[in-house]
Structures are given as structure tokens and as C-alpha cells.
């Protein structure tokens, strides 16, 4: 575009009169062709300055209004799109060309890396007044907000809401390696969908490249990880920790690290089903196996892929080979199903990839209000990590790590979090108390068992556990032994009555759950049944 208060002449650059076809420079990304009119008469529509060139048969005049041929182009930028990349002093003699690609800068690989202080996101077009959270800071924005810089190795939940109290999340999950000093960091890029009010990719990748391209303008404007200087809005800090001595997993500063240290690319990938540098989740997004999602999170339902773990909710934790006592054995304690399952696995998974998909349910389900998540993070407590006895003394790292991942995910919820997993859903919390008491004493049975043989690790599982017992003891969660069955009760009117506590039948074989002795025909099958093989 000629700059203003240019003379006509500029109205086409480096042209030569005696030329047919004129080419601008090499790096220029268009090429611009100039036809003589047809008749020496249609001179007089060029400027005075232009002079005609030598006819040529079939060709239009410039004043042609019939349809010109197509005109091709190459280069960074979308033919017609226009960038500022200088800025020109108001006395230049020279003018403007048609494209700007001479000021392009020049490959990223004749350039010094940059960013390399850590991983950067860059959150295009976020509207202000919304809530983003990144790991275990959450803040308020009064205007837009850029994004983040310095993102150190890890896991990593950068999520976005509308408002405080809105009903859905959007989020995404980024691994960020562990890198030399001086490599070049990783930039990733989001975009706010307005129309569809979700974090998503950029909508074509020249925007994508855009923003990449002007991160250096905008570096000193995005938000250190730490977020300890001022920024766009009200950091919330965490509360005071408690009195008593905990662990050094469950401080401030790794209790992150803590939950997310078996969460990996491969994992996310498997889970969400998609292959890429970055996965996305958000507040409607359904579990695989998941029959009793609540009605309300049904009506965001949408068609998106759903997110699988390696243990279903509708799925036995039997193997389907297994036949006689070990079926039984395998319905009272998955251990060797589930070791079965992810040692034997030819997509790549780990066993420590249990205590992955453990944090990924609790993390996606309580910053996001994924209830399908919950649903199967207490799956998993319930029915598997705290079911499976014999991990303790098979697989005493995994046992160690699941205990101590669960741990540092309840004080996580106490510390950084405004709702209460337990409080929110009192029926599974409740299960969980039993089921903790269960394990306490089946822990106890097998350590003591082992005597002097026990190993260092199988008795740091003890010990992770009786720390987890301390610090649920604050709850009022009473996970002794001792549990009365049955016994004397006395109603507020003073009449005494007996009872008799049901809820570990199970346990003890007794109830419905208790031995019974029937008749066997001369086939075997119980006497008086009703059988469609015979």
C-alpha cells in the first residue's frame, strides 16, 4: 500500500515500460503481471507516467471488467491479510511494496532459542472477568489475560471459567520434559471459542504461527508459573498448613509433584484418545463405563470421545480365564487381575500408570466439577487400590506410591480446595471409611505375617498408611480394629434394644453373605434348583 501523500507513479513499484512481465524481488510472495491494453486508443487510461508496451493479441486492458486470470501466491501469509512487522518514519523516499515479506524475520533456526526458561502458554482472546487456574493457584482476572511463562518440568492443569461460580470448565493437560539448559522451550497456544465457550486450539494455524512469532513482544506480559509479582487479578493463597508434622511429599512445594509425578504423555494420550502435545478436557466430558452420571451433567452431554481407564466402572475385576478358587480368590482380592492387567499390557502401560489414572480422575474431576471423574476416582479407591491386600507384599512400590498419592490428594482437597470430596458425595465417603478398616487389618495381618523376613519397602508401606490413619483421625475417622458387631443400644426415651451392626457382613461371613449347607443331586447342582441344562 503506497504511503499517504505519495505521488501517482507509485501506484506500480519497479515498473518497466519495455517489459511484458514484472516481477517483484525473489522474497516477495507475489508475482504481478502487467498486459498492454488491446488498442493503442486505451492508452489514455494509464497514468501520464505509464506509457503502453507493444500489443499483444488476446490479452485485456487493465480497464478491462471482464474476469482476470488467477493471480498465484506464495509466503507466510494469506494473500490480502495484512501485518505491521515495521514501523516507517514519515520522511522515507521510499514506498511500500504490494507484500511485506522483505521485513519477515529471519528462520528460527539462524536465531538464538527462545523461550528457554520454561514452557510457555499463551491464552488468545480470553475475555476478562474469568477465572483461571493453573496447578494449585486459581486467581480472578479484571482484563484479559495473556498467559503463562516459565512452566517448569511436569504435569501441568491450566484451566478457565467464565465466572467463579459457573457451571462448566474448560482445561488443558501439557507435560512439559525435563530439558538441557539453553534448549528451546515449548509454546503452546489456546484460544477462548466464543461461540462455543471452550478453551480450544487456535482456529487456523497462521494464527497459531501468529502469536508464536510475537512472543517476544509479549513475553514480559505473561505470568511467571509462581505467579509471585502482580498480575491481572487476585491470587488466592492457600491456607495456613496444619500444626502437626506431615510428611515432606504433602508440602507446599511438592505436593504437585506428589500427584502428578505418574502422570505421562502416554498416559493422557490413552486416556483422552488423543495423540498430541496437549490434551483437552472439560466439565461435560464422560467417563467410559459410566451408568450413573447425574442428571444434570446429562443434559451438557456432548458427542466428544469418552475418557477410558484402565479399569472400567462396569467391568468385573475378574479375569475372564480364571475358573474355581482362583475366581473367588480374585473376587475378594484383585491383586493378581490387576497386575495381570498392567504387566502383561502391549500398549505400553505401566503399573505406576495406576496411580496416573487415580490423580487424573481426582485433579480433572474437582478443578473442572467432573462428576464423572469422581465417580471413577471413588471406583478406584473403593473397588481397587484399597481392595487389592496383597499388593503390599507383591508389589510394595506400587502399594507405597498409591497409598501416599491418596493421601497427598485428601490434603490437597483440604488445603487448596473451597468443596469437599467427602462432604460432596457423604455415601461414598462413607463406604471409603469402611473399606479403609477393612485394609488396616488385612495390612496388619500380612506384615505381621512376614516377621523378620519383611523388607524395607513393605514396611514403609505400614508406615505410609499409619500416617495416612493420623491424619484421617482429624476427620474422626476411626479406623481401629476394633469395631463393635453387635452389642446394647440405648434410644434418646431410655428403652434399651439389641442390634447389630451390618456393614462388614461381607467380612465376616456373616448375613446374607454367611455360609450355607445344601443338597447336591447326583449331577452335582443344588438339589431342588431349577436348571435349563438338564
Avoid at 480497464?63 to 495484512?82: D, M, N, Q, R, T
Avoid at 480364571?322 to 502383561?344: I, K
Wanted: charged share 25%.
Amino acid at each position: 500500500m503506497p504511503a499517504a501523500g505519495s505521488p501517482p507513479n507509485s501506484s506500480f513499484p519497479n515498473m518497466d515500460p519495455q517489459s511484458k512481465s514484472i516481477k517483484a524481488p525473489d522474497n516477495c510472495g507475489v508475482t504481478v503481471e502487467i498486459y498492454p491494453p488491446s488498442t493503442p486508443d486505451s492508452t489514455e487510461c494509464l497514468p501520464s507516467n505509464v506509457k503502453s508496451v507493444t500489443n499483444s493479441p488476446g490479452r485485456y486492458s487493465i480497464k478491462s471488467s471482464k474476469s482476470v486470470e488467477s493471480l498465484p501466491a506464495i509466503g507466510a501469509f494469506p494473500l490480502g491479510s495484512l501485518r505491521i512487522t515495521e514501523s516507517r518514519d514519515s520522511d522515507s523516499d521510499s514506498d511500500t511494496p504490494l507484500t511485506t515479506p522483505d521485513a519477515m524475520e529471519p528462520p528460527s533456526e539462524s536465531r538464538h532459542a527462545f523461550p528457554t526458561g520454561g514452557d510457555v502458554l499463551i491464552l488468545d482472546d480470553l475475555p476478562a472477568d474469568f477465572t483461571v487456574g493453573c496447578d494449585t493457584m486459581s486467581f480472578s482476572t479484571k482484563k484479559s489475560f495473556p498467559g503463562f511463562r516459565d512452566i517448569p518440568p511436569g504435569a501441568h492443569l491450566i484451566w478457565v471459567a467464565p465466572s467463579e461460580m459457573t457451571s462448566t470448565r474448560s482445561a488443558y493437560w501439557i507435560v512439559t520434559p525435563e530439558r538441557e539448559e539453553g534448549e528451546q522451550a515449548e509454546v503452546y497456544v489456546k484460544q477462548w471459542d466464543k461461540f462455543n465457550e471452550v478453551l480450544s486450539d487456535p482456529a487456523s494455524n497462521a494464527e497459531e504461527r501468529f502469536q508464536k512469532e510475537r512472543l517476544e513482544q509479549i513475553y514480559d506480559s505473561l505470568s511467571p508459573y509462581q505467579l509471585r509479582a502482580a498480575t491481572s487479578g487476585t491470587l488466592l493463597p492457600p491456607p495456613r498448613q496444619e500444626a502437626e508434622q506431615l510428611p515432606p511429599f504433602l508440602s507446599n512445594e511438592t505436593i504437585w509433584t506428589q500427584l502428578t509425578s505418574a502422570i505421562h504423555a502416554d498416559l493422557l494420550n490413552r486416556i483422552t484418545g488423543q495423540t498430541q502435545r496437549s490434551w483437552q478436557v472439560t466439565t461435560t466430558d464422560r467417563v467410559a463405563g459410566d451408568e450413573n452420571m447425574a442428571e444434570e451433567a446429562r443434559l451438557y452431554a456432548t458427542g466428544k470421545s469418552q475418557l477410558r481407564f484402565t479399569f472400567p466402572m462396569d467391568a468385573p475385576l475378574i479375569s475372564p480365564t480364571a475358573e474355581g478358587p482362583q475366581r473367588t480368590r480374585q473376587a475378594l482380592d484383585p491383586t493378581s487381575f490387576v497386575l495381570s492387567t498392567l504387566e502383561n499390557a502391549t500398549d505400553g502401560r505401566r503399573p505406576e500408570d495406576l496411580a496416573g489414572e487415580l490423580s487424573f480422575a481426582f485433579l480433572t474431576g474437582m478443578h473442572l466439577g467432573n462428576f464423572s471423574c469422581l465417580d471413577q476416582w471413588w471406583f478406584y479407591v473403593n473397588k481397587v487400590v484399597f481392595r487389592c491386600f496383597d499388593l503390599a507384599t507383591e508389589r510394595p512400590q506400587l502399594a507405597l506410591q498409591l497409598i501416599q498419592t491418596f493421601h497427598a490428594q485428601l490434603v490437597y482437597n483440604d488445603r487448596y480446595l473451597e468443596g469437599d470430596i467427602l462432604e460432596m458425595m457423604p455415601d461414598h465417603a462413607k463406604k471409603l471409611q469402611k473399606t479403609l478398616i477393612t485394609y488396616k487389618a488385612r495390612l496388619n495381618e500380612k506384615l505381621l505375617a512376614l516377621g523378620e523376613y519383611i523388607t524395607p519397602r513393605q514396611h514403609a508401606v505400614g508406615e505410609a498408611f499409619a500416617s495416612l490413619e493420623s491424619w484421617l483421625w482429624r476427620l474422626g475417622w476411626d479406623l481401629r480394629g476394633e469395631y463393635v458387631r453387635s452389642g446394647n443400644l440405648m434410644l434418646e426415651d431410655g428403652e434399651i434394644v439389641d442390634m447389630e451392626v451390618t456393614d462388614f457382613e461381607e467380612e465376616d461371613e456373616r448375613g446374607e453373605y454367611a455360609p450355607m449347607v445344601v443338597e447336591l443331586d447326583n449331577s452335582g447342582h443344588e438339589a431342588g434348583s431349577v436348571s435349563w441344562d438338564r
